[in-house]
């Protein structure tokens, strides 16, 4: 009798200790369920994170490159700074392309995630409003960095033509000074020649006892002088006597210590006034 009674009592534990294992295993798989949806949720969480991290670092990326286009705008002129505005216009450029990518990419996202939508969201619309800024700031610098190189563009043609005027005043200035060079040197420039009567004569100088009566003399045979430092001319000979007329009082003709004469002119300017070729008869 008492076995007949244990026996029920000893199937009504195991039933329930199975009952109690199958609850056990069920609130094991609702943890584990569980466990894994939050380390999805943070996995989704990081991702997006991460990505909005990547949006904001961009931005500083790009504040900090308009600084240096800035800073380098300072000295238009050096070759260093022109490729440094250069570099940095498409660093931003780049940047700027790629943080319009990653926004988009995270509005996509939100339609599929189950992260604090509201809140995340919002984020992304402020990343979207930032973005917009800076490309409205990043089009202004580079506005103004097109009108400073159409400025320094424009003021290179206009030194470019004053250079090139300049070269021409030069040019002219110098043709003019060279042809009154020419004229002084011309003005200044006399003739010269002393010799025997036969030889005067055989040049054509002397004709009939006219000096320089025709214009075919040979004037080859004279010296040419610039009158204002020549104001000697010495005659080698003990008889000499000038052929052509100069003013009285601008001259002296006189012997040396050898008695040989020499021409001295005191006012070359009067002397050779009436004629710029001088002849002068020698024995």
């Known amino acids: 009798m008492k076995k007949l009674f244990f026996l ?6 195991m039933t329930a200790c199975n009952d109690g294992k199958k609850v056990d295993e069920r609130a094991q798989h609702e943890r584990d369920s569980l466990v894994q949806i939050i380390e999805s949720k943070d996995a989704e969480l990081n991702e997006i994170m991460g990505a909005i991290n990547e949006v904001q670092e961009g931005f500083r990326q790009i504040s900090e490159a308009e600084g240096r286009i800035t800073v380098a705008n300072g000295n238009p002129e050096a070759t260093s ?13 780049e940047t700027m392309e790629q943080n319009r990518t990653k926004i988009a990419q995270l509005r996509e996202k939100l339609k599929t995630t189950t992260v604090n939508v509201e809140k995340l969201t919002k984020t992304i619309e402020n990343l979207q409003t930032q973005l917009e800024e800076q490309t409205k700031h ?3 610098l580079e506005a103004q960095l097109a009108d400073r190189d159409e400025t320094i563009a424009q003021q290179g043609a206009t030194i470019t033509d004053l250079t090139q005027n300049v070269t021409s005043l030069k040019e002219e200035s110098s043709a003019r000074q060279q042809t009154i ?3 002084e040197k011309e003005l200044n420039t006399a003739w010269f020649v002393f010799g025997t009567k036969s030889e005067l004569k055989e040049q054509k100088i002397l004709q009939k006892g006219d000096v320089l009566r025709s214009s075919d003399f040979n004037k080859d045979y004279f010296t040419s ?12 000979s003990k008889n000499a006597q000038l052929l052509t007329a100069h003013p009285s009082g601008t001259y ?12 001295q002119i ?18």
């Open 8 to 13: 029920p009592l000893c199937l009504l534990a």
């Open 81 to 93: 700074s022109k490729e440094t505005i250069r570099e940095n216009i498409q660093f931003i450029q």
């Open 181 to 183: 060079q020419q004229q």
């Open 266 to 283: 005191t006012n070359p300017t009067q002397f050779w006034s009436t004629s710029k070729y001088l002849v002068i008869l020698v024995k």
């Open 252 to 263: 002296t003709l006189a012997k040396d210590a050898n008695k040989e004469y020499v021409l």
């Open 138 to 140: 990043a089009q202004e």
């Open 225 to 236: 002088i610039d009158i204002r430092v020549v104001k000697t001319i010495k005659l080698y």
